[in-house]
């Protein structure tokens, strides 16, 4: 349902804020006029994190705005690059290049479309999320979101329902619920809130209450940690749903030319090496587990 997919070009782009959040998290907003315009959920940038670090690191849109001509990244640190990256603040340049990748893919007809996302696998869901519901107010979105630390977004009270999840774990992403986008958290943590356990079991918990016809108009839509996306996939198969994951893998040059991120996808009988970031990030479950 999306437009063509947009060219990859570079882009030279103006720090416009930067906020930190709790356990080396942060939101930056870059000025970026054509990726603004260009970027769609699931496509990422690889971005330039100055200093020395020699390989960009990819980096999945969590927001665009095309009238204020910015792009927004969530991300947390686990080594120089993105450092580096939390270093700039608001006048400084970062060179990123962009969109690349295959980003999700939205069937019109799945008017109840699921997003599921873990840590620093929130960002492409969560833009998913805007994205389709400011493009079609009459479809009814859910989100579940998992985090071992805490949320690096406003989080409030819902008071949007979701049916058959205990009404303590109440606590959603203020984000989401002023666009009236049902959510709720979870945590293995004891966030005052969010539900204790998997994000999976949070968005079975309510996928067990619904019947065949509604489960029919279901898509889900996953990025995060690799076993949480191999227990999302398990969760669409068990309740016959359709499921894309976007998957993160280590890049060294995020235009199909060095073979470092590939993974093993199925089709039928057939298994082929897939690059990530060419190929994907976005596959359907069921290629990447096929049981
Ligand atoms: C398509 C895509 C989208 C992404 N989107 C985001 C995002 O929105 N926010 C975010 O925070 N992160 C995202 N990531 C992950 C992020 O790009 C990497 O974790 C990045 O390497 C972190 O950079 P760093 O400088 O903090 O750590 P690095 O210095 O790159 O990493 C530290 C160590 O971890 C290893 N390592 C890092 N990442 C991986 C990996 N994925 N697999 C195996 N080993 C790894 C490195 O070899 C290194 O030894 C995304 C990854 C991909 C592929
Ligand atoms: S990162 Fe080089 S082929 Fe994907």
């Not at 640190?77 to 970062?94: N, Q, R, W």
């Not at 994951?245 to 060294?252: D, G, I, K, N, Q």
Request: charged share 25%.
């Amino acid at each position: 349902m999306f437009n063509q997919k947009a060219a990859i070009f570079e882009e030279r782009s103006e720090v416009i804020d930067q906020i930190e959040y709790d356990s080396d998290q942060f939101i930056i907003t870059l000025k970026a006029p054509k990726a603004s315009k260009a970027a769609k959920p699931g496509e990422f940038a690889f971005v330039d994190c100055g200093e020395n670090t020699l390989l960009r690191r990819p980096l999945s849109y969590l927001r665009t705005n095309p009238e204020k001509e910015t792009v927004e990244f969530m991300y947390k640190i686990i080594g120089p690059g993105l450092e580096a990256l939390s270093k700039m603040s608001t006048g400084d340049y970062v060179q990123m290049m962009g969109p690349i990748g295959n980003g999700f893919n939205h069937d019109p007809l799945k008017e109840i479309p699921v997003f599921i996302g873990g840590g620093v696998g929130i960002p492409p869901v969560l833009f998913l999320a805007e994205y389709l519901k400011k493009s079609n107010q009459d479809i009814t979105p859910y989100a579940f979101f998992g985090s071992e630390i805490p949320f690096p977004f406003e989080v409030v009270t819902s008071n949007l329902k979701i049916n058959g999840l205990n009404e303590a774990d109440n606590k959603t992403i203020k984000d989401l619920e002023d666009k009236s986008i049902p959510c709720r958290l979870a945590s293995l943590k004891e966030f005052a809130g969010c539900y204790k356990g998997y994000v999976t079991e949070l968005a079975n918990s309510w996928l067990s209450n619904l019947s065949e016809s509604e489960k029919n108009k279901i898509v889900i839509y996953a990025c995060g940690p690799e076993l949480m996306l191999e227990a999302v996939s398990a969760l669409a198969r068990n309740h016959q749903i359709d499921c894309q994951l976007s998957l993160e893998e280590f890049m060294a040059c995020a235009i199909g030319g060095c073979a470092g991120c590939t993974v093993k996808v199925s089709s039928g009988k057939d298994v082929a090496m897939k690059r990530v970031c060419v190929d994907g990030p976005v596959f359907d479950a069921k290629s990447i587990y096929p049981q």
